[in-house]
C-alpha cells in the first residue's frame, strides 16, 4: 500500500454500451438443453447490451474499445497525441469480426488508431480484474514518474460466450452456466498525477491467490463453434474464497494502522457477478470487518456481468446519472479468476464522464 | 536504485510430448527461485509475457496459473504472508520481456514489491509447433527474476519503446469463423512480405535513438535482439554501421526448433553472459521489435562485470 504526494486520479472515464437491447426471457429461449431455467432469479440479471455482428457496426471487441477510448477522450483535458501510455485490458480480443488476436497488442493498434503516437502500449489479460490492474500499473509508472498520463480501456464481446453456452448447457449445474449472466460493453479511463485531494487515487493493492486459478477456464469449445468459459460456481463463490477481499484489505490498512471505518468510504462498488454475489460479498465484508457497508452501487440488472468493465461501467453509469455524489470516496473491490481480489481507493469529485 | 537481474533460466520442450506455456514458464520460475536461493513468497509480483499459449487460454491470466505452479501465494487465507502475490498477462508481441522491465522498474521505485518474476513462455496451442509448418516459433519458456540494486551503478537503464503509424505486417489470432470444435488447437501466423525490414527500420530507428539519448557508446555495447528472423541481429548490426559480432540473436535449443519468441531476450541475456562478455564490451542494448509493428529498447550493465 504506498500513499504519497505523487499519487495519481482519475482524470477522464468513457464508455460504450451496444444499443441492442437482449432481454433474459429471450436470452433463455435459446437454450435448448435448459428451457425452464429461472436465469433471472438466479442472478438478478434482467437485461444485457449484445454486439451488432455487422462488421460495419465496429462492435467486436477491438471496435467497442476504440469507441469507449474516444469517449473517454472527449471529456478528457488530453488529446490523444499528449498521452504517455495505453494499456488495454480485453478478455475477449475479437477484432475485424471473428478473428481472436493474440498479436499485435490491442493497446498498440488503439494508439495508432487514436494517434497515440508517443504512447508505451501494452496488453494486460488479467480475466475480470484487467481494468483494475492496467490502472494499477498506470498509478506506478505515474508515481515512479516514468509517465505523466495514459488510458486504459476495455471492450469486451463478452455474449460470445454466452452464445456458446447457450448451445451447450443443459442444466443450471452446467459449468457454463454463469456464462449466461454476460453482457457487452466498453469504458476507458485516463489518469494523470493528483494536484489536490479532491481526485486522488488513495491506493490499489492487488493479490492472486493461485491454488483456485483453475476454478475458471476460459478457451475455445471442443463440441460447437465458439469460445467458452467454463466455471466451477461452487468452489469460486464459496465463502473462503470471499473472505479473501477482507482479509487481505484488513491486513493492508493494519500495516498502515488504519480500519476499514477509518477509511470513510461512501460507496462500494463489487464486480458485477449477479445481485445474490453483490450481496454476499457485501455481507461478508460487513461480518469480518464488523462494521456496516457504505452505500453499494450496482448495473448489473441492466447490464449483466460486464466483465472487465464492471466497475468502471458502474462508476460511469451512476456519476453521469447523478445517483453517485461527487467529492466522495469510492471503494472498487475485484473478484476476478486467478484468483484475483484487492482494493481500489479513490476520491472522486472532477472527473469528466 | 538500479533493477538488476538476480537469476534467468530457460526451458525447452519436451522432447516427448505436447508443451504447456504454464509448465515451461513454471519450471522456469523454479529454476530462478532455486539458483537465487529463494523460496517462493519472495516474489510479490509475476508478470507472464507469453503470447502463444496450449488451448488458445483466454483466461484466467496464464500467470495465474504459472504462479501456482511455481508455488507462489497459494492461498492467503491459509497463509497470508506479508508481500501476498500478484500476477498479470503483459502482452506485446517479442517486445514483452522489455515492457515488462519497465513496468517491473515502476514496482520496484514505489515499493510495491521487492521482486518481481518475468515469465516468457510460448508453445504451439497444440502442443506441438513442430506439426504446423505454418507455425515460425519454436515451444519455449524463460523465467527472469529481478530486484532492486542499492547502488546507483550497473543495472537497467530506461527503456525506451516506440510504435509505427504503418499497419503491422505481423499478427497472430485464432481465426473463429470456422473453426468448429478445433480451437483450442489451432492458430494463425500472418507473417506479410516486407515484414522483416519493416521490424528491423523500427529497431534500428528505435536502438539509435537509445544510443544518442542515453550516451550510450556503442562501440563497447553487446546488441541483444529479439529474432523475428534468422539474420535479424546481423542485419540490425549493419544498419547501425556495427560489426557482424556486436549482436547476438539467440537459437532456440534443440534442432529444427523454429525461432524464440517472447523469450528470446532472457534467451540472449543467458549466451551472452554464459563465457563473460567479450573484450571491450561492458552493457548490453536489449533491442526487440515484433507485431504493431512495435519496438523496445533497454541497456543492461552486470553488476560484476
Redesign the interface.
Known sequence: MTSDARGSRFEALGAYLPPTILGTPDLVATVTGAPDVDLERITGVSRRRVYDKRPTAGEDSYGLALKAARDALDHSRYDAGDLDLVVSASITRYRDGDDFYFEPSFAGLLAKELGAHRAIHFDVSNACAGMMTGVQLLDRLIRAGIVRNGLVVSGEQATRVAETAAREISDSYDPQFASLSVGDSAVAVVLDRAVDEADRIHYVDLMTCSEYSHLCLGMPSDRTEGIALYTDNKQMHKEDRLRLWPAFHGDQLAKLGRSFTDEGFDYVVQHQVGTRFVDYVNRTGEREFATPMPESLSVVEEFGNTASTSHFLVLHRHLKAGTARRGARYLLVPAASGVVTGALSATITNLGV | MTTVITAAATVAAPADGPAAAVLLAGRASRECLAEARLSPDAVGL?INVG??RE???????????V??EAG??????AD?VPG??????????A??VL?AV??A???L????TERVLITAADVHPGGRAALDPHYPYADLGAALLLERSAGAEGGFG?VR?A???EP?A???????????????SM?TVRREAGFADQLLDLAAATAAEYARAEGLDLDRTLLVTSRPTADFAQRLAARLGLPASAALAPDAPGPGAGLPHTAAPILGYLEAVAEGLPAGVDQLLFVAA?????AACVSYRPLDR
Open positions: 509475476l503470447v502463444y488451448h488458445n487460454t483466454f483466461e484466467p491470466a496464464v500467470a495465474a496459473l504462479q501456482k507462489i501465494n497459494l492461498d492467503y487465507l497470508p501476498a502475490a500478484f500476477s498479470f498477462d503483459l502482452m506485446n508481441g517486445c514483452g515492457n519497465q513496468v522498474q515502476a514496482m521505485a514505489t515499493g510495491s530506461p519503446t510504435g509505427s503509424t503491422s505481423v499478427a497472430g489470432y485464432l481465426p473463429t469463423a470456422g473453426m468448429r470444435a478445433g480451437g483450442r492458430i515484433g507485431a504493431g509493428p512495435s
